[in-house]
C-alpha cells in the first residue's frame, strides 16, 4: 500500500535512470551534414513586392481612434 502512494516517484526515478542508461550505452552517431546541393535562386523567377499606398495618421488622429 505504501508503494500505491509513492507511484509517481517511483516512475520518474525508473524513467530517469532508463533514460541516463540510454545515454550511458549507446554510440555517438557521426554528424551529418546534407549540403549536397548548393542552394540557387532561378533567374528568371522576381521576388513578389507589395506596394502600401496610404497616408499615414497624424497625432490627433491617432488619439481620436484610442
Not at 4 to 31: D, N
Not at 34 to 48: T, Y
Amino acid at each position: 500500500m505504501n508503494a500505491m502512494k509513492h507511484m509517481e516517484a517511483i516512475f520518474f526515478t525508473v524513467a530517469a535512470i532508463g533514460i541516463g542508461a540510454v545515454f550511458a550505452t549507446s554510440e555517438p552517431q557521426p554528424l551529418v551534414v546534407a549540403a549536397e546541393r548548393p542552394l540557387f535562386i532561378h533567374p528568371d523567377v522576381q521576388m513578389p513586392v507589395v506596394t502600401v499606398a496610404a497616408k499615414r495618421l497624424s497625432a490627433a488622429e491617432k488619439a481620436e481612434l484610442m
